[in-house]
């Protein structure tokens, strides 16, 4: 999976804990939306995490554009006020969830529900 947030220490803690995990596997992580669609076009992971408050790109234009390169790719969107995403734009995603920022396993959880939906 491939982690996509502008808060290093988030990436580095929620990567720790999902590389603990014996069939999790973290291939990248990167604070940059142009970043982050680069490397979804070139590792092509299964799934994705990202936090909706981007700065330049919020999370879930960048979802929008990493779905365009990877139609099935599982997309976990991360925010601090669950209440200030739009569900709609989540649910247009498809393969799409939205989890409160904070406890990396409701991530965990997420990534494991949305890996085993049909595409």
């Known amino acids: 999976m491939l982690i ?3 808060d290093a220490k988030y ?8 590389d603990a995990s014996f069939d999790l596997d973290v291939v990248a992580d990167t604070g940059s939306a142009e970043e982050a669609v680069a490397l979804a076009g070139h590792l092509r992971p299964d799934a994705v995490v990202v936090d909706v408050a981007m700065p330049i790109v919020d ?3 960048l979802a929008e554009r ?6 099935e790719l599982a997309i976990v969107l991360v925010t601090g006020n669950v209440r ?12 799409a969830t939205l989890v409160a920022k ?11 529900t949305l890996s085993r ?3």
């Open 66 to 71: 990493l779905r365009a390169v990877l139609p």
């Open 84 to 95: 200030a995403v739009d569900p709609e734009r989540v649910r247009a995603l498809g393969n």
């Open 102 to 112: 904070g406890d990396p396993l409701p991530v965990e959880n997420a990534l494991r």
């Open 4 to 6: 996509v947030d502008d």
């Open 11 to 18: 990436r580095r803690a929620l990567t720790a804990f999902l």
């Open 59 to 61: 999370g879930v234009e």
């Open 117 to 119: 939906r049909p595409a």
